[in-house]
């Protein structure tokens, strides 16, 4: 007797030792099925003892997340950080089928809160509650693990999908006490939003930014330090302006240049904006100017475009952004500790929307001063820049006028949608102008969507913005589209509609151009339809794109080499090659640098065409090398004020008779718009055939010259 009371005193503690080696560590945790939902305690009774337990898509809060501790001899508490409560199984029922298992507060000695964790595989459980004598486990009630919000029971064990649990380890560092939550854990240091010397704009990008930093942490992707600069410009240039009646005409700017004020709140990056870490876009590396002050959309494009093309792994860096998230409608002091309490920062605007910043707790220690932990890039509200992190009062809480806050975040990934945005050379059927994607569409239907602006739109306003185009006359058209992202290929569909240049947000009629961008991001080519029904084929290539800003480069002054060959057009667009009279001249000279930065191409276009008979039309499509960089010298970028210059809408004379075969035409001096040319020399009627089908430029309309003025460019040693 006394042999077998040895054996089974060993087998005893094999037993256990076998049991706590195959049992998880302490600590905090996921508890997930195999199809991803999670455990949680249900959101609107997690406070409460008898608190609803059930499954959810797995949401990173900290109702979803569990403290798993030692309650000795193999046995383990389960407690709810968000909740403070045990898993709990109902007394008297442990081993009856169907037995609720609940929150309740935390009773040591009572063993219906305490669980064993039968191993299935490597980290695969069965959780068995430790006072059922009949193996009654944790189960999904009717074996509904497809459905958030099915409750768990206690059922017999066997194994099956909707018993089997996976621990997956938290990496939340919430501080969590009945009068206590601070979330500051799950940010970046503060010193990572701090601003430089110098005060900037920015408190609303600081306080997004800081709430999805958190997020992602919180999902295990570590520390991340994401780009205040990036979102501040990038948001600037890809907003509308809310009411469309103060839109007059196609050029009247719609958007802002790359301010720092305002703009950047978690709507915006639930809309589809992307923010990549500060290390592809750093805080404060360019200077930056408000410009407030109504201007036209060309100063505001080149301002942006400038700027935003300097950054240099736009095309291939990771992207981080929201796919879901919250506004707290009715903000009281209730709402917002319920929301903290569930694990989300808060990003709040104040006074009028004059400041932000992100609420990352509360301290209800002391009733009689209640306060917000806040974290702000100025520090303290009303106070000086760069302090440290602070508070704010519970009697602040009437100053508040929003209150969002981050639910879900996108896999971090490439944006290849965002390579769309930039000025394109866009030559359709030999047709030519620049066309300029200076947003995103969609970005800004959340303003749309707004209550200001529905009563003052007459209705929600769906927004299909891209851009605009100015076409080979000089005339500004408005451009509305969609970008899709088509397995990794980019497709863009996009309007311009000649009749009606200014189309409203989302009006999408004219031309209908569905274009794909290259893998490199450089070119784009497709088709467009025109009114009639015809398909033509066209192209565009980026130009004007910028390298990134070094301190090396400097600003000189270049003379360029003036144009005196012949340039005629051999395109016969319409007609019979015959002027009846002098035609409509327009010309288009954009300057751009060479793909080597080592020279400047002056790309210029020239149409001439009739005005009456049958419309005869010329058009041609010229390169000419007009400026090269010293040897050891690269050209790193062209002013914004010099890229292009226009003959619009010049009426030539009539050439007069034929002198034998031809006459060689009027040569006339037309007046040129923008800084770069001083002068340009065409010939519009000659008194013949006045488009040849090649073979020189005689008796042919035609550019006979062009001059020059000195210009502006960015260059640096290489």
């Known amino acids: 007797m006394k042999q077998n009371r040895i054996i089974t005193s060993i087998l005893a503690i094999l037993f256990f030792q076998l049991a706590t080696a195959q049992a998880p560590s302490a600590g905090r945790y996921y508890i997930r099925l195999a199809n991803g939902q999670a455990l949680e305690a249900e959101s609107s009774t997690y406070k409460n003892d008898g608190g609803k337990v059930q499954i959810w898509k797995q949401r990173f809060t900290l109702n979803q997340i569990w403290d798993i501790s030692s309650a000795g001899d193999g046995k383990f ?362 947003r995103l569409p969609g970005s800004m239907q959340f303003v749309l969507s707004g209550n200001e602006a529905k009563s003052r739109n007459g209705g929600v306003i769906t927004d299909r913005r891209l851009g605009t185009f100015y076409d080979h006359t000089g005339k500004v058209h408005r451009v509305n589209g969609k970008v899709n992202n088509i397995g990794g290929t980019i497709e863009i569909e996009f309007y311009i509609d000649g009749n009606k240049p200014n189309l409203r947000w989302d009006e999408m009629s004219g031309r209908r151009f569905t274009y794909r961008l290259s893998a490199d991001g450089n070119s784009m080519s497709g088709t467009h339809k025109d009114l009639d029904g015809r398909i033509y084929n066209g192209s565009a290539r980026r130009i004007n794109t910028n390298t990134p800003a070094s301190p090396a480069e400097r600003v000189e002054t270049v003379t360029l080499n003036n144009i005196t060959s012949e340039l005629c057009p051999t395109t016969l667009v319409a007609g019979d090659r015959d002027f009846n009279g002098g035609p409509v001249i327009n010309a288009t000279i954009l300057l751009e640098k060479t793909p080597d930065e080592k ?61 034998g075969i031809c006459n060689e035409g009027r040569v006339e001096t037309p007046p040129v718009s923008g800084s770069s040319v001083r002068e340009i020399v065409v010939v519009g009627d000659t008194g013949g055939n006045d488009v040849s089908a090649g073979g020189g430029c005689r008796c042919d309309t035609k550019i006979k010259s062009i001059k020059f003025n000195p210009i502006r460019i960015r260059v640096a040693n290489r």
């Open 599 to 659: 020279g400047i191409d002056a790309v210029i276009s020239y149409t001439a065409a009739e005005t009456g008979g049958d419309n005869t039309t010329a058009s041609g499509m010229f390169r000419q090398r007009v400026y090269t960089a010293a040897p050891g010298i690269r050209i790193a970028s062209i002013e914004a004020g010099f890229f292009q210059s226009k003959v619009v809408n010049f009426m030539g004379r009539g050439a007069g008779s034929e002198f």
């Open 77 to 438: 508490y389960i407690k709810n950080v968000g909740a403070g409560k045990n898993l709990d199984a109902h007394a008297g029922a442990v081993n009856t089928n169907g037995c609720k298992v609940q929150l309740w507060q935390v009773l040591p000695a009572n063993m219906n809160q305490k669980w064993i964790f039968q191993r299935v595989s490597a980290n695969r459980y069965t959780i068995r509650n430790a006072a059922s004598a009949t193996n009654k486990v944790l189960d999904v009630t009717g074996a509904a693990i497809g459905s958030g919000g099915t409750p768990i029971q206690l059922w017999d064990g066997a194994n099956s999908a909707n018993q089997v649990w996976t621990l997956e380890l938290s990496h939340d560092k919430s501080v969590i006490s009945p009068n206590v939550v601070d979330l500051r854990g799950n940010s970046t240091p503060y010193k990572n939003q701090t601003l430089p010397s110098g005060e900037r704009g920015g408190c609303t990008y600081f306080g997004s930014l800081s709430a999805l930093e958190a997020a992602y942490k919180k999902r295990g992707f570590g520390e991340l330090d994401l780009s205040e600069e990036f979102m501040a410009i990038t948001s600037k240039m890809f907003g509308l302006h809310p009411y469309w009646s103060d839109i007059k005409d196609a050029n009247v700017r719609e958007n802002q240049f790359a301010g720092t004020q305002g703009g950047g709140s978690v709507a915006l990056l639930a809309q589809g904006m992307r923010i990549p870490k500060e290390t592809a876009v750093g805080y404060g590396l360019y200077t930056i100017s408000e410009h407030w002050a109504v201007t036209d959309q060309l100063f505001t494009n080149n301002n942006n475009f400038s700027v935003w093309n300097r950054f240099p792994q736009i095309a291939t860096t990771t992207y981080y952004g929201v796919s879901a998230y919250e506004n707290i409608p009715t903000i009281t002091a209730e709402n917002l500790e319920r929301v903290l309490s569930l694990g989300h920062e808060i990003k709040i605007c104040i006074d009028n929307g004059a400041h932000c910043i992100m609420l990352a707790g509360f301290d209800k220690t002391n009733p009689a001063e209640k306060k917000f932990i806040i974290k702000d890039n100025y520090g303290p509200v009303g106070e000086a820049c760069n302090s440290n992190i602070q508070y704010l009062p519970y009697s602040a809480i009437s100053r508040l006028i929003s209150a969002e806050y981050i639910t879900d975040v996108r896999q971090p990934a490439t944006w290849k949608e965002v390579n769309v945005v930039g000025r394109w050379d866009l030559n359709y059927a030999g047709w030519t102008g620049i066309l300029e994607f200076y």
